[in-house]
């Protein structure tokens, strides 16, 4: 996990980018996904997630505190690794669809 920490703080500190430009894509983007997040969250069937839901407190009420704990942490570990991995993904496709943009306005400006 130090290798990680090294490589990012190694990857912040030769960016061009000015760091208050990186705070205000971090919650521009923070906000877009929790926005969007939210509407399709209403969307969604909820006769699911509400029978998932009573599974699962049924199964805690059969645990001692201590594992309802470490299940508790395990879940949320997983959906923290979860979310790095869209954030990730989601800035790799607003980068992409930058570089796309910038490549169809090179051809319309060579052939034009």
């Keep these: 996990m130090v290798r990680l920490h090294k490589k990012k ?5 030769t960016s061009t ?3 208050e430009v990186q705070e205000f894509v971090n919650l521009t983007i923070t906000e877009h996904m929790g926005k969007a997040y939210s509407e ?5 069937d909820k006769e699911e997630v509400s029978e998932i839901d009573k599974k699962y407190q049924e199964l805690l009420e059969t645990l001692s505190p201590e594992q309802e704990e470490v299940i508790t942490e ?3 570990a997983i959906f923290s690794s979860g979310a790095e991995t869209e954030e990730f993904f989601y800035r790799l496709g ?3 669809g930058l570089n796309l943009k910038n490549a169809v306005k090179s051809v319309l400006e060579m052939i034009s």
């Design 74 to 76: 395990y879940c949320n």
């Design 17 to 19: 980018i000015p760091e």
């Design 9 to 13: 703080d190694k990857q912040e500190s």
């Design 40 to 44: 399709w969250k209403l969307n969604q």
């Design 94 to 96: 607003l980068k992409d």
